[in-house]
């Protein structure tokens, strides 16, 4: 009874996935497609170990039930150096092949490390605030609340911080996450394959608003990004350290606000205000 | 004098109204039924000051029951949340409300139901097992229940007094920090966890010095049931990591308290050496909760296969491995946080050494079935439960402790299946198997065994539906610990699917609390006369059920593994010369010194500094009456024991 | 089988005690742990080199090691059971413990007075409480001592009270140990 309920609802789920798409599982830049594969090959690897230990398991419950009186009983067999060979030796060799890949992939895929590309990169400086994300483009000269934009295909190269409690910056079709915390730089390179609209949120509790942290991640076409970047700067309010107070207070707004950027130094001079005085 | 309690405190919505309602109603009835069948007194001799470890486990047992109950109404509200919180809607909790209760879920279900479970079922079992009559310092193990009682009750207070901490239930900072939380939830936080944790930490010297001292004649190490080397195991572990504990929740007070900087984004403070610290503490903390899990089914699986157990100095080695490398990988808990690529690494990979010595005890207990006689009595059933569900979890687990995969899935939805499937999977199961296994010794009759089925068929159900839609909601990319999200996610469905499996998950309580009725109902009917319910292995069914207070009336010789097999093997009896038996004198001091324990951490809460310090003095004063004390102990008279196993046989 | 009361309580007593002194070990890890990350963060404040005094941590080093000697000879004494002996070395004892703590105060007050308390940088901080926590078991320390003698004088050296001797014992040189690492990691190198 339990098994058809289990099947049953396995075949609701995977119709349900189908239509809705799992972001991890289906990336959309050459960070989240890696994290992508490496998972997918841990899974087959481990997959070694648990399947035999699953179908052993219930296998043998079956198989030695009380009521089989024609299995073997051998109460007192309790030893045998081969077979504890086996399942000590097998998953730590597994282990190995896994530890070569896992010190391969976060060296590959650190955070930190700049993506090669021929093209040239775009910067772009994020400060997770209470409860929204500010995206400065210190080359572009413009700043926005919840809606990063950038050109597919080029490197993006985020420098994070916060003037929050502790944050986490993720979007999770292009790559994973790293927090942003006060004081702190954090870095975090990504690169998307194609044009589209992501989502990005916030990882890690920081207060009352924290549901609200999520914010609109597009990837568009070199030409697109260069025209919404060039309205921007025309168009916008400008923001430097004075108004920048006010939009670094709690505040429940989510939409996205847009600004041209005054001052160019703005991310530095928001992490300093956590640096200690020596450094200064 | 005061401090800055005022009556703003008591002011709470509805809901927690509602809560608070239910708690004193709960209160008033137990003294209005303890009044009307006048066991006042048989409730403070018998329990309240006993320092029978039996005594004090079953109440580590029925107080973390109480708090299981209310954990689990936590994770009830916060399923009906993300369910309806959609779109336009915000589901019928505040946001800060809704962080209140997730902090408390995670605090209570950890602190407050896993290490009273441990500690309760350590106490009931482990010194039956080897052959000894108590703690080494039963005076102590009162304390330490009484200071777990005083943690919990701060919990269930802050709902009626104040608010409780809405930073997570490990609280980082800077948001457990002064700046961002100056109120009183976070010090409630503290104090509850301080307070039970000083209480962990005493009884991990007391069960670690027990197991080393006081093993009957005749049992070596090697020769201890498999349990008491897990329960040894998880004791080392509280012993070196709850000090971090300590340390660290006093620099968090003192930040809060007197201004110091240790973990403050200004004055030079470092809150990524709480993550550290505390990670330090809280890793070991899970492998403190799951040995023991681990070694209950190592005396279950042999009893239900009619076979010894395969493997034992493997099984011993692995516990061994596990102590140590649970030391070496606290770091996977934030691979996020920048640490570099070496340093991800070294810690991703000591953590899949883990899955080793783990993987090797799930193959141990397989053999053990392999050529036995297995009978699918309800103990068997939480294992095979567990078998499934851990193993599916410990995978995960094993893929997250790659750092860049885990940087897709850190703090995500996913995380929380895989840990609630190893703790829920491995700790819960565990004790429930336990529990039904050791049930008849402690009460003298079987559970139901068709209610018990129920249960766990609904536990399992309920498990799969509750978690399995969050590893695909992970993958999907939602967020833990979210109040509110947007239908565009299409997160929704599955959010329902979880909310229907805590359903089943309450169904399944809702059969255990039915099968205790029901099981005493029939109490004659499944009576356990020999003590020996289930054709057992070990010193504890050597017992009559339940056992005299002094557990033997002559401590037992041993002279191999599985020692009360070897007994029943033997058969020959030899007469007993009985002796007087050296007791511990019941006492309530253990009781006073929590109760001002109690007065320093409500005190320093609320800023009532006066009160802090009656406390302190409080403490120092009955530690020195006590210690004054010199008659502690009393000896069983040999007519005494004589009377009571004659009552027995008859 | 033969059972003395008194040889199975001591060695559950002192073996636990010894435990008991590893979890405080761990306890003073924790901090020292938390010195070494934050010693450095002084925020603008004072650093180490600017307000140790070595020549006064070296008199308050040398008072509590001394203590730790007269702690030795007290429980040898009590060992052979010379009441007198016990009586004068424990109030030695307690006195050089006294003594530093006293000069341990002194040391904070001059700090707090010249403005540089705990509230002034992570570095003073992590200070106040490492050596604090020192402190504060040194003060636990002497009012054990007191609780200790007061029975001793009063019905001599029993079996129990050799076993809390004991203890004590252990723990006051435990503090010493605990000593010597500040005096390195704190002041050594801090003024080097």
Known sequence: ?280 | MFGRLTLDAFKHDAIEMGANYSMIFAVLLAIGLLTYFRVWGRFWREWVISLDPKKIGLMYIFVSFIMLFKGLFDAGMMRAQQAFSVGASHGYLTSDHFQQVFTAHGTTMIFFVGMGILFGVVNLIMPMQIGARDVAFPFLNSLSFYLFVVGAFLVNLSLLVGEFSAAGWVAYPPLSGLQYNPGVGVDYWIWSVQIAGIGSLLSGVNFLVTIFKMRCPGMTLMRMPVFVWASLGAMILVVFAFPILTATLAMLTLDRLIGTHFFTLTGGGNPMMYINLIWAWGHPEVYILILPAFGIFSEVVPIFSRKRLFGYASMVWAIIAIVFLSFVVWLHHFFTMGAGASVNAFFGIMTMLIAVPTGAKIFNWLFTMYEGRVRFETPLLWFLGFVIVFVTGGMTGVMMSIAPVDFQVHNSLYLIAHFHSMVIGGVVFGFFCGFSYWFPKFSGFKLDERLGRYAYYCWMLGFMLAFMPLYVLGLMGATRRLDHYDAETGWQPLFLVALSGIVFIIIGMSFQILQLLVSFRDRKKNADLTGDAWNGRTLEWATPSPPPFYNWPVTPEVYGRDAFWAMKERKTQKPLQYAPIHMPKDTAMGLYIALFAFCVGFGLIWYMFWLAIVGVVGILACLIIRLADHDTTYYVSVKEIEKIEAARLK | MRHDPHAEADSLTIFGFWVYLMTDCLLFGSLFATYMVLHNSTHGGPTSKELFSMPFVLVETLALLTSSFTCGLATRAASLNQKKQLFFWFVATFLLGALFLGMELHEFHDFIKEGNSWERSAFLSAFFTLVGTHGLHISIGLLWMIVLLVPVMRHGVTPLSMRRLTCFGLFWHFLDIVWIFIFTIVYLMGVS
């Not at chain 1, 993006?156 to 929050?164: G, K, M, N, R, V």
């Open chain 1, 1 to 280: 009874m339990l098994a058809i309920l289990v099947i049953g609802l396995l075949a609701l789920l995977v119709v349900f996935l189908e239509n809705t798409g799992i972001a991890i599982l289906t990336p959309k830049g050459i960070i989240a497609e890696k994290q992508k594969q490496l998972l997918l090959d841990a899974t087959w690897l481990m997959l070694i170990v648990v399947v035999p230990a699953l179908f052993l398991t219930f296998f043998y419950a079956w198989k030695y039930r009380e009521s089989n009186e024609k299995a073997t009983h051998a109460p007192d067999w309790d030893q045998n150096i081969v077979i504890e060979a086996i399942w000590w030796g097998v998953p730590f060799i597994i282990v190995i092949v896994l530890s070569i890949f896992t010190w391969r992939a976060c060296y590959d895929l650190d955070p930190f490390l700049p993506i090669h590309s021929e093209s040239k990169p775009v910067k772009i400086q994020v400060v997770a605030l209470q409860w929204r994300w500010l995206f400065i483009y210190p080359e572009e000269k413009i700043a926005t609340i919840n809606w990063v934009q950038f050109p597919e295909k080029r490197p993006l190269d985020f420098e994070i911080t916060a003037d929050a409690p502790m944050n986490s910056f993720w979007i999770p079709q292009l790559g994973g996450q790293i927090y942003a915390m006060a004081g702190m730089r954090s870095e975090l390179h990504l690169m998307a394959d194609e044009t589209g609209t992501f989502r990005g949120s916030s990882a890690n509790l920081s207060g009352s608003g924290f549901s609200n942290m999520w914010f609109t991640a597009v990837s568009s076409s070199e030409h697109d990004f260069e025209s919404w970047a060039s309205l921007i700067r025309s168009k916008a309010q400008p923001l430097n350290m004075d108004n920048y107070h006010k939009i670094a207070e709690p505040n429940d707004e989510t939409r996205p606000v847009y600004y041209s950027l005054e001052d160019e130094r703005l991310f530095e001079k928001i992490l300093m205000q956590y640096m200690p005085k020596e450094r200064l």
